[in-house]
């Protein structure tokens, strides 16, 4: 079992920058792919950018790239860098994990969940 724990969600203005953490308890943290997803008000929930285990390879969605940034640590933190941000960018952020090396940007890749937090950009 994984658990994890986002933190970092803000209100910010367009323009501006936030990074979020998400914080992984699991021996194994190292050989996890992670992932970072989206869900804002009436609309489904999206991928915004993994990273594999060991960090080597990401992936992002096309409306974060040159954006956002994913990257992690050897200490089980998971961090999503978000610069530039817009109005359309607002949502629920959640950090995900997945039983396997390399995952895409489709939920089904996941299998532990975070609580999720919150990112409101105003224009």
């Known amino acids: 079992q994984v658990h994890l724990v986002e933190s970092g969600g803000d209100s910010v203005q367009a323009g501006g920058s936030l990074r979020l953490s998400c914080a992984a308890s699991?021996?194994?943290?190292?050989?996890?792919?992670m992932g970072w997803f989206r869900q804002a008000p009436g609309k489904e929930r999206e991928g915004v950018a993994t990273?594999?285990?060991?960090?080597?390879?990401t992936s992002y969605a096309d409306s974060v790239k040159g954006r956002f940034t994913i990257s992690r640590d050897n200490a089980k933190n998971t961090y999503l860098q978000m610069n530039s941000l817009k109005p359309e960018d607002t949502a629920m952020y959640y950090c995900?994990?997945?039983?396997?090396?390399?995952?895409?940007?489709?939920?089904?890749?996941?299998?532990?969940w975070g609580q999720g937090t919150q990112v409101t950009v105003s224009s």
């Open positions: 995900a994990a997945a039983d396997r090396y390399l995952c895409t940007l489709f939920e089904r890749d996941f299998g532990y």
């Open positions: 699991r021996y194994t943290y190292g050989s996890n792919c």
């Open positions: 990273i594999s285990g060991g960090g080597a390879r």
